[in-house]
């Protein structure tokens, strides 16, 4: 019984929230559910904002987890930018080439920030009300004498296999690091997210100094 309670009340949040959230058309006033990616009003076809309570996650219509699937995020991203790109609305109204070069570049930067394991652990850690700290108080003596250690590794290797060993290490931290950061979230334990994405800060300077040393040598992956 309460069981049934619980699940009508929740239905009628769920019509209350999509009425907020299929705001009335700009352009032709009416209450129209927006269609195809959620993008044109299904009366006039009008290229429609980004809604206000949209985060990078809903924006680009993907699950608001860490360990999100980078192929259906590109997926995502190329259909959006294939209806936004601001070329097809040359002979639309004004009102809708403007939307859409607002839209499109804010799916270019909601696609960058979640596709970089870093930036979107950063992001979500915003949008759970806190910033990256910016200092190394977080750091013990020891994880900063590896990182050294790792910092003149990189900056003597000279043969191809050395370089190439490094970065196969390199990555498997940032991975396994990933996978801590995963749990972290899944826990609510922003304390160790933010330990974890200091972590990380570091292998992905490492990861950014390991590929242009690769790019240096020409290296063909
Ligand atoms: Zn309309």
Redesign the pocket.
Known sequence: MNFLRILSNHSVKLSLYQQIRFSS??????D?KPLVANLF??????LQNPKKDDNYFTLMGVKETYDLDENELAKKYKELQKYLHPDKFANRQKEELEISEKYSSLVNDAYKTLLEPLARGIYMLRLRGKDMPENTELFDQEFLMKIMEKNEEVESAETEEEIMKLNKENKAMIKDLQKQLSRAFFDGDLKRVEKLLSYMKYYTSIDNQIQAAIRHKGIIR
């Open positions: 058309c700009w352009s032709c006033g009416k129209a009003c299904s009366n006039c076809n009008a």
